[in-house]
């Protein structure tokens, strides 16, 4: 897909597209972050993260996916030798948005495999590093394809660790847990109910809470009142189309 020619000069904009809801609800995950570092997975996380850096989270700290701290063009700034990320990690100075193959209501996430996993039906990425990121740093999930496979009822198997298992594994496992966000091409979701199940945060434009529903595999909370994620700045739209996407890989991960 070519990316769209910019409007002529006094033409209105083009019409803001599901991919950048997405984008902006991404950013939108590191508000009020701080001095962490931001470590997303997939293009939208990403262009996500950059957009988040450049506007209202000054502070975060980008990095090249190995050994690098890069700036707002990509260069390398620093060098973040492992031993240094680990640390980070393991203090909750991290946070990290990962995928989800799948996800059950508490938030435990699987990537490893599909089925029993003794004789699975479908071998994943395995486990990877994801224990160690739920039960250590801020974790949010970003799934493009919001549907009832990858919502599920119980996950095939625990990878990121969610609410109910971290609770009962007691304080050590409870003392930088915690999943802020998850974002679907569909809306956004958190954890802010008494019992720490997925709630209903807010509907991208165009979705509704029905279409939703029947996308996920299990009873989701939904507010009496939804919100719709957040309309992007008239400056963002030009940062995420002309500086940090002008390729368009956000609308190859979310077609509107």
């Not at 809801?21 to 590191?30: G, L």
């Not at 973040?80 to 435990?108: C, E, I, K, W």
Request: net charge neutral; glycine share 10%.
């Amino acid at each position: 897909m070519s990316p769209a020619s910019p409007p002529a000069p006094g033409a209105p904009a083009a019409a803001v597209t599901r991919a950048e809801y997405c984008v902006i609800a991404c950013a939108e995950t590191w508000r009020d972050n701080g001095e962490v570092l931001a470590s997303p997975m997939g293009p939208i996380p990403s262009i996500g993260a950059r957009l988040a850096k450049r506007t209202f989270s000054p502070d975060l700290l980008l990095t090249d996916g190995e050994a690098m701290l890069v700036g707002l063009d990509g260069t390398p700034e620093g060098w973040l030798p492992y031993r240094q990320h680990l640390t980070m990690v393991t203090g909750g100075r991290r946070h990290v948005m990962m995928g989800a193959s799948q996800l059950d209501r508490f938030g435990n996430q699987n990537i490893s495999c599909v089925g029993d996993w003794s004789r699975p039906t479908r071998q994943l990425l395995g486990v990877r590093g994801a224990p160690v990121n739920t039960l250590n740093n801020p974790t949010s999930y970003w799934v493009p394809r919001h549907s009832p496979r990858v919502f599920v009822e119980r996950v095939d198997m625990v990878c990121g660790v969610g609410y109910d298992r971290a609770a009962a594994a007691g304080p050590s496992a409870t003392r930088f847990h915690r999943i802020p966000r998850v974002v679907s091409d569909l809306g956004v979701f958190d954890f802010a109910t008494a019992d720490h199940s997925m709630r209903l945060a807010s509907l991208h434009p165009g979705v509704t809470v029905e279409q939703v529903r029947e996308a996920t595999g299990f009873g989701l909370s939904v507010p009496d009142e939804v919100t719709r994620t957040r309309e992007p700045t008239p400056e963002e739209l030009r940062l995420i189309r002309e500086v940090i996407d002008p390729g368009g890989a956000r609308d190859r991960e979310v077609r509107s």
